[in-house]
């Protein structure tokens, strides 16, 4: 049974950093890509980004781009968003999830078909 789980989300002041972790049992990571998504309330839900299973080439929606990384832990087979510089508008619950695919695509969600359950971010004064 393939299993996605993401933690790290919480509550912080903007300019902080969070990590995020998805971690995946079940499949074999590396033959997965990893995307992450983003659902504010009111708003349809946002790539914002994607790690390759080719050379973890990473994407990123330009929202986020120079704020947020991806890398990837093999040995632990987890995935890990870095957010810096957290914004109020990076409020949203942040999901993972995974395609068996040598490439990832940031913003078409319709591509994965494993997710996880999802983690709040909340970022305010």
């Known amino acids: 049974q393939v299993q996605l789980v993401e933690s790290g989300g919480g509550s912080v002041q903007p300019g902080s950093s969070l990590r995020l972790s998805c971690a995946a049992s079940g499949i074999t990571l590396p033959y997965y890509s990893i995307g992450w998504f983003r659902q504010a309330p009111g708003k349809e839900r946002e790539g914002i980004g994607c790690?390759?299973?080719?050379?973890?080439?990473?994407f990123y929606a330009d929202s986020v781009k120079g704020r947020f990384s991806l890398t990837r832990d093999h040995a632990k087979t987890s995935v890990y968003l870095q957010m810096n510089s957290l914004k109020p508008e990076d409020t949203a619950v942040y999901s993972c999830?995974?395609?068996?695919?040598?490439?990832?695509?940031?913003?078409?969600?319709?591509?994965?078909?494993?997710w996880g359950q999802g983690t709040q971010v909340t970022v305010s004064s």
């Open positions: 790690i390759s299973s080719v050379d973890d080439d990473t």
């Open positions: 999830a995974a395609v068996e695919s040598p490439v990832c695509f940031v913003a078409e969600s319709e591509t994965y078909g494993y």
